[in-house]
């Protein structure tokens, strides 16, 4: 069906009431299509490249006049010839083929994804204040294609994905084939799908199978079909879903209930766990015996089922309590059946785990755990002669905190049990819940008027998430990863890679982001500039797109603590640290544009400026790179690059000696001698140019 919406709308270009009379036959089959799972791929997915190069067999679309804000002639034509400024192209009519003349400047490079791509990268800017810490780094391109390109230099590394891809709302905030979908589209729900799917099958890709996670935001318009979808592509991964409070004043809709949260997908691959870490007393739904700010004693007897005496017999055993302590005296053996009265010990009193209907139960440990566990300070009696003595315990749990140093002892009592100051009752280290209601994750005040008001004093971005709550969320799952790489290939206005440089300034961390963007302008700015006579690809339009004009920005704004325009950022940072945000933060970013390279050029080493960033990328994105190589061979502080054999000996020699090296490529197209050079450099990564690099780009062009 997808494939007749196709054919439908070249129909109608070439004969209107041909395509209005097909259309009027088709809609009844429309209507009764099913959706959810049931979606076609809809292929080929098309994006424009504005200001990318075209050359001879590319794909391209003919834009509409200058001045004009129509959508223009949407068929793909072919470039046969280019002759200075024009070219020569072709597309298939009807059972012929038309051929026209066009001016390039009015052509559009046009990748299909079902076309193999071989993706390089142009770097745009820097900003460096973090020392020798990884480099987060922005990438402006089409988000698929990035993807693409990172199986080559991130596959199977990255910790964490955080995405906030678009909700589908139908007010024209996402794309399909370079045209909005509008919420009466029959196929909306089918090509989010299918949109949504080609990415997360690349994202697989690159995640840690043995630890890792994928989290996806989302709204009720998507959260079913996503959840399916993503059982459907993780079938091997444990995922969750929490409601997170993101607006407390409520979004009103006529006739229904207003919106005040959104939905949060958690995809855990191998032995990736949420941790337990210091949260404020939001995050628990009371100051109740679970969230005390000291380790929780439990009762030694056993309750709930198998709490009977004749459900172990070797739990019912007398402790014997010496009263002025009190404290334990001797533990005796467990009493053999029908005996139910111990012998007594002169100046104790003998506890037995009697149940509170009287009748007997059992211990939760037995005899020899209970003493070695005493030993260890984990026993506290309490309780009197009269009322009775209670025997309480310290569960393997909470005795795991006190080792890990979650909590520290101040000295023992007169029991021998371990003994704790009170801590911070504010704070407490859990793991929340699935109904999340923090005040600091309000995203129109701590998303749309930070950004508006702070980093990017008058520049407008369409519903950014709290600064907060994306830091949070990550939180769990990166807090003992203290160089994990989070991506983000929906990144937006760029606040997954500030809530990463935030949680790095808390611990000290190395993690390093990875943004993806595309450039494109707000859909109400696409029409006001048209009509000005700007296209894509104009310097006028660039600037005010979403990378140039909010991400990269927002990031250099958050590392120097200046805005845009120079001046201090006003305000502080609030929650967990607080300090001014014009003290900026110690961190090092590095932007990039995509490129698309000749095959050709890669394969006989003529586009390495285009594939150097590459390189400096799967070594780690830390220290200086290698942007060309003076001789036969060049190092930096994590990678080496040996491009003339005939210089290998030195190269191995010179990679010896060195610290920090990760990897070494070795440019060659003699799969002997490269093995040769391989076999001599040991506890090294070895990468193959470009042949590596080509291979990979043939594998991840079948989508």
């Known amino acids: 069906m997808s494939r007749l919406s196709d054919l439908l709308r070249a129909a109608k270009q070439l004969d209107p009431q041909l395509g209005e009379d097909l259309e009027t036959e088709i809609r009844p089959l429309q209507e009764r299509l099913p959706f959810g799972l049931n979606f076609e791929r809809h292929a080929p997915e098309a994006v424009e490249l504005p200001g990318h190069r075209i050359r001879k067999t590319s794909k391209v679309r003919v834009l509409p006049p200058r001045g004009s804000a129509e959508q223009g002639d949407q068929r793909l034509w072919t470039v046969d010839m280019i002759d200075g400024d024009t070219a020569t192209i072709t597309s298939p009519n009807g059972a012929g083929v038309e051929t026209v003349r066009a001016a390039i400047e009015d052509l559009v490079l046009v990748a299909e994804f079902r076309d193999r791509i071989y993706p390089g990268l142009r770097p745009d800017a820097t900003v460096q204040r973090g020392g020798n810490k990884p480099f987060h780094t922005v990438i402006n391109g089409e988000n698929f294609h990035v993807l693409e390109q990172l199986t080559f230099t991130h596959e199977r590394s990255v910790d964490a994905i955080y995405i906030d891809p678009p909700y589908n709302s139908g007010a024209r905030d996402w794309k399909y084939n370079n045209n909005y979908v509008a919420d009466d589209d029959l196929y909306r729900h089918s090509k989010w799908l299918a949109f949504m799917e080609r990415r997360l099958k690349l994202a697989k890709r690159l995640l840690k199978p043995e630890d890792s996670v994928l989290i996806v935001t989302i709204d009720e318009k998507e959260y079913l079909r996503l959840g399916l979808l ?89 402790i014997y309590v010496e009263p002025a302590g009190p404290r334990v005296a001797e533990v005796g053996a467990p009493l053999p059946p029908g005996v139910s009265v111990p012998d007594p010990i002169e100046g104790t009193v003998p506890v037995l785990p009697i149940r509170k209907d009287g009748t007997e139960g059992r211990w939760m440990w037995s005899k020899q755990e209970f003493e070695r566990r005493l030993a260890q300070g984990r026993v506290r009696i309490s309780g009197n002669e009269q009322r009775g003595f209670v025997v ?90 203290t160089d994990a790489v989070i991506l983000d290939f929906f990144s937006g206005s760029g606040t997954t890679a500030h809530a990463v440089m935030r949680l790095n300034k808390q611990d000290g961390g190395h993690r390093q982001c990875i943004s993806v963007t595309n450039n494109e302008v707000s859909a109400d700015e696409q029409t006001r500039l048209l009509r000005q006579g700007l296209r894509p690809g104009d310097p006028e339009w660039e600037e005010l797109g979403i990378c140039d004009h909010i991400t990269k920005p927002r990031i250099q704004a958050a590392i120097t603590g200046l805005t845009p325009e120079g001046k201090p950022i006003t305000g502080d940072y609030k929650f967990v640290d607080e300090f001014p945000m014009a003290d900026g933060l110690e961190e090092n970013a590095a932007f990039f544009t995509l490129t698309y390279e000749s095959k050709w050029l890669v394969g006989v080493d003529r586009a390495f400026a285009a594939i150097a960033p590459m390189l400096w990328l799967r070594a780690g994105a830390t220290g200086s790179r290698i942007d060309s190589i003076e001789g036969g061979w060049a190092f930096a502080e994590s990678y080496g690059i040996l491009r003339d054999l005939d210089d290998s000996a030195a190269f191995v020699e010179a990679i010896r000696g060195r610290e920090g090296i990760r990897i070494a490529y070795i440019v060659t197209d003699d799969e002997g001698r490269y093995q040769q050079v391989a076999d001599e450099i040991h506890g090294i990564e070895t990468v193959r140019l470009y042949e590596d690099y080509l291979r990979n780009c043939e594998m991840t062009g079948d989508f």
């Open 230 to 318: 993503l059982e459907q592509t993780f079938p091997e991964a444990e995922i969750q879903v929490v409601s997170s409070l993101i607006n407390p004043a409520a979004s009103a809709r006529p006739g229904s209930f207003g919106r005040v949260d959104e939905y949060i997908y958690f995809v855990r691959m191998g032995a990736a766990a949420a941790g337990r870490v210091l949260l404020s007393r939001e995050w628990v739904s009371a100051k109740g015996r679970t969230h005390t700010g000291a380790p929780r004693w439990d009762m030694l007897r056993r309750s709930g089922g198998g709490a009977r005496r004749q459900d172990s017999p070797g739990g019912f055993y007398p």
């Open 392 to 481: 309480s315990i310290l569960k393997d749990g909470e005795y795991a905190k006190i080792v890990d140093g979650e909590y520290t002892p101040s000295g023992r009592g007169p029991d021998g049990s371990l003994r704790f100051e009170k801590e911070n009752s504010d704070l407490v280290r859990a793991t929340p819940g699935t109904q999340w209601r923090i005040s600091s994750h309000d995203a129109t005040q701590y998303g749309s008027r930070l950004l508006r008001d702070s980093f990017l004093p008058g520049r407008e971005f369409p519903f950014p998430k709290s600064l907060y709550a994306v830091e949070d969320t990550l939180r769990f799952f990166v807090h003992d990863k």
